[in-house]
């Protein structure tokens, strides 16, 4: 699996940018193998917001959306588009104010989108948890 970084343009913002996506291969790592072994036709981004008409669907600052067919639901017979995890970094930088509430803000909500990967409701991450 890799991590895409969607940043805007200036080298300062490409370095933060940068930062924040060893931070989320990072969590990526520390998930435990059974579930990353499984993590198949995926890929996680990183943006830096979402765009306006999604946040406004959405209550509260939007930190990660899982774009896809859950992993429940995807046929054996037909092939799909890659699903996708989009991480919004100024929204998860918004929330925060270290560097390791950064990472584990980023800990949280890629598992939360990657349970949703699984198939899992948003009433069964809040229950854990995510």
Not at 59 to 74: A, I, R
């Amino acid at each position: 699996m890799s991590v895409a970084c969607c940043a805007s343009i200036r080298s300062l913002l490409a370095m933060d940018c940068l930062l924040f996506t060893q931070l989320v291969e990072d969590a990526l790592k520390r998930l435990p193998r059974r579930f990353r072994q499984k993590l198949d036709n995926v890929v996680v981004l990183v943006e830096d917001y979402p765009e306006r008409e999604l946040q406004r669907k959405h209550t509260g600052l939007l930190l990660g959306l899982f774009h896809g067919v859950p992993k429940t639901h995807q046929s054996v017979f037909a092939m799909s588009m890659p699903s996708r995890i989009v991480l919004y970094q100024k929204n998860i930088e918004a929330v925060c104010s270290s560097e390791s509430e950064i990472s584990q803000q980023i800990e949280t909500t890629l598992k939360h989108e990657i349970g949703h990967y699984f198939g899992m409701t948003e009433k069964d991450l809040r229950r854990r948890g995510y």
